[in-house]
């Protein structure tokens, strides 16, 4: 069996399995095997979701915590590259800060969740700098990975052949680190999801967050797994682009 045609069966089973237990989520209140009030059927969740995009305020939450996510993501992925290089390739800097990053990054994040909300109240910035905190050390520890895998050999030969520090960066280090780097950054995506949907749950007055908090108070079953679909279509969507991309180059990987 060719790549491509693995490649296919694999995305039909994936379809398969998909579409078996959408099925099943269907099924069960439907034919009474569980309580609608509590899991309702996926068809009416569905139009639950489509009623709840219809509206406007829903809407402004939306677009509020696209962008809390997408510049927590873009602040935190080239700060967490940079610096994760620059502690890989300073012995120094790598036995003061490794075990503190280390430290950090076996901490549950939501612990410092408080710290934020004392500092920064709970607007806008306190989560997106909370989203960066949280994506900032995965991505950091992910580039000292990526740094430390790359082949002194061939740091050794563009040395030899007089390389300046931007052209061993732009020929050496990144064609070597970029598929480590774009996995890295494909579940930084999902740390920055759920870390700013946490803050927004936590003290929020607007976000899908928010909105999720509350209809899981009020026991408003349909438009709160209504939001959880959208946000796990969207993170599901958002990972599959990373991964294409992620394929596409493969090839680099030395």
């Given amino acids: 069996m060719?790549?491509?045609?693995?490649?296919a069966a694999i995305l039909a089973l994936r379809l398969l399995l998909v579409a078996g237990l959408l099925l099943l989520w269907e099924a069960l209140p439907r034919f009474g095997f569980v309580e609608d009030d509590l899991v309702p059927p996926f068809s009416d969740v569905v139009r639950?979701?489509?009623e709840l995009l219809g509206r406007a305020q829903f809407r402004v939450d939306l677009a509020t915590?696209?962008?809390?996510?997408?510049?927590?993501?873009?602040?935190?992925?080239?700060?967490?590259?940079?610096?994760?290089?620059?502690?890989?390739?300073?012995?120094?800097?790598?036995?003061?800060?490794?075990?503190l990053l280390f430290f950090l990054f076996g901490i549950p994040k939501s612990i410092f969740l408080p710290l934020f909300i004392l500092s920064l109240g709970i607007g806008f910035w306190q989560k997106v700098a909370f989203g960066c905190f949280s994506t900032a050390l995965l991505v950091l520890l992910s580039t000292q990975a990526a740094v430390?895998?790359?082949?002194?050999?061939?740091?050794?030969?563009a040395h030899s052949y007089g390389a300046t520090r931007g052209q061993i960066v732009s020929r050496v280090y990144l064609p070597s680190m970029l598929p480590i780097l774009l996995e890295a950054l494909r579940l930084a995506v999902i740390f920055t999801f759920t870390a700013?949907?946490?803050?927004?749950?936590?003290a929020s007055r607007t976000g899908i967050g928010h909105n999720i908090e509350t209809w899981g108070e009020n026991f408003m079953m349909k438009p709160l797994l209504a939001g959880v679909l959208l946000l796990s279509?969207?993170?599901?969507?958002?990972?599959?682009?990373?991964?294409?991309?992620?394929?596409r180059c493969g090839a680099w990987r030395t």
């Fill in 196 to 202: 700013v949907t946490l803050a927004e749950m936590y």
């Fill in 233 to 247: 279509l969207t993170a599901i969507l958002v990972n599959e682009a990373i991964r294409w991309v992620e394929r």
């Fill in 48 to 50: 639950t979701l489509w």
């Fill in 148 to 157: 430390r895998s790359v082949k002194p050999d061939h740091l050794l030969v």
């Fill in 65 to 99: 915590t696209a962008l809390e996510i997408v510049t927590a993501f873009a602040i935190a992925a080239p700060l967490g590259a940079l610096f994760g290089m620059v502690i890989a390739e300073s012995p120094y800097l790598s036995r003061i800060f490794d075990p």
């Fill in 2 to 7: 060719s790549r491509d045609d693995s490649g």
